[in-house]
């Protein structure tokens, strides 16, 4: 089965898309996925502004909400239609959309009206892929475990993955502890700094940070944040890690902020691959691009290996697509995608809503059982 996965992350700056063949081995253990096609649309600059404008603490009206739910639904369409041409058919679409609001108290909200998808390809797509969980008492949050321990199954020592994106997440997938959560800032206050101080949205490379000095009275500041003392089940997102979670910072020269900024992610995710004794951690997302951000990682995590995800043939800028796929198939299937262990969900849930493509809806018998095992080929 061809499952295209849409995402655009806690970043906003484009959808990447990734078409993915799956296949189950005999016996039903082990799911194989092969990457057909990997792409990344970047977001027009008027978009983005939209976007960024009604994150938090933007205050946006209903009907400017409404407009920018279709103008994403048509974004992730393109998106789609493009990979569609350029490497053939798929069977089902899975789309995450973009995050907008993200509240462990008050919900979740992901627009990209996907009934643009549908009318643009023909093909049915699951989307709104948190609210189920939510409803079942989680958070909706993380989702990437789902991914994450069946790529890891079987695996010796004590394994976990962490994706570095605007918000950083970790996994634990040492049997008997398995759990997962948001650890707080990826790139979300290094992005917003750096547009900030140098209009640019990113600081590329993390070169700036590389020649600036982390400023230890403003570390131990950002550290008091209460969120990293919470017990997990926890996720958070834009509404707390804001460009309004800088207010006092602007008095610093812009490479000593970003240094910083950059070690306080840094910290806070070692802090919690050291919590959970890890001795190899799978990384992905955009902060592997991040030179300074790695490097201050590897010396804060003591010793543990980080592991690109591209050794076990996960491409770092494609695993969030990937994760959709993974998603949109077990959906389709009737099998659980959240982790209620990740998510503080009463139980595991088939998770997103289906709308259907040019022909009539006809879904298969679902599967008694969820592969263990992600092989990817």
């Given at each position: ?20 063949s799956f ?113 079942a008492g ?5 989702l990437a ?233």
């Amino acid at each position: 089965m061809r499952v295209l996965g849409l995402s655009s992350g806690t970043s906003h700056d484009g959808i990447d898309a990734a078409l993915v063949s799956f296949g189950v081995t005999p016996g039903g253990d082990e799911l194989r996925a092969r990457l057909l096609h990997h792409a990344t649309t970047p977001y027009t600059p008027a978009l983005r502004k939209a976007i960024r404008t009604s994150l938090p603490p933007g205050k946006v009206r209903l009907g400017d909400v409404c407009a920018l739910d279709n103008r994403l639904g048509r974004a992730f369409a393109g998106a789609a239609t493009a990979v569609l041409d350029a490497a053939g058919p798929a069977d089902l679409v899975c789309s995450h959309g973009q995050t907008i609001f993200h509240a462990a108290t008050d919900g979740t909200l992901q627009l990209g009206q996907p009934a643009w998808i549908a009318e643009r390809t023909g093909l049915p797509v699951v989307a709104d892929v948190r609210v189920r969980d939510v409803a079942a008492g989680g958070q909706g949050a993380p989702l990437a475990p789902v991914l994450d321990l069946m790529l890891l199954a079987g695996k010796d020592g004590r394994w976990g993955a962490a994706n570095l994106g605007g918000i950083a997440n970790l996994t634990v997938a040492v049997p008997g502890e398995a759990t997962a959560y948001d650890t707080g800032p990826g790139n979300a206050l290094i992005d917003a700094a750096a547009l900030l101080v140098t209009g640019e949205p990113y600081d590329r490379g993390g070169a700036l940070a590389a020649t600036g000095t982390v400023r230890t009275e403003l570390l131990d500041r950002l550290l008091v944040e209460p969120y990293y003392a919470r017990t997990p089940p926890k996720s958070t997102g834009k509404e707390l890690f804001s460009a309004a979670y800088l207010d006092g910072a602007g008095g610093y020269p812009p490479a000593d902020l970003l240094a910083t900024l950059t070690e306080l992610t840094a910290v806070t995710v070692a802090a919690e691959i050291r919590r959970h004794r890890l001795d190899h951690v799978l990384i992905s997302g955009g902060g592997v691009h991040n030179a300074t951000l790695l490097d201050r990682l590897a010396k804060r995590a003591d010793g543990t290996a980080l592991v690109r995800s591209e050794e076990l043939g996960l491409p770092a800028d494609a695993k969030e697509a990937i994760l959709f796929a993974l998603v949109g198939w077990l959906t389709w299937h009737g099998l659980p995608a959240a982790m209620p262990a990740a998510t503080g969900a009463l139980g595991p849930r088939v998770i997103g809503a289906i709308t259907p493509g040019a022909d009539p809806l006809r879904l298969p018998a679902p599967l008694t059982r969820t592969p263990q095992r992600l092989t990817m080929e």
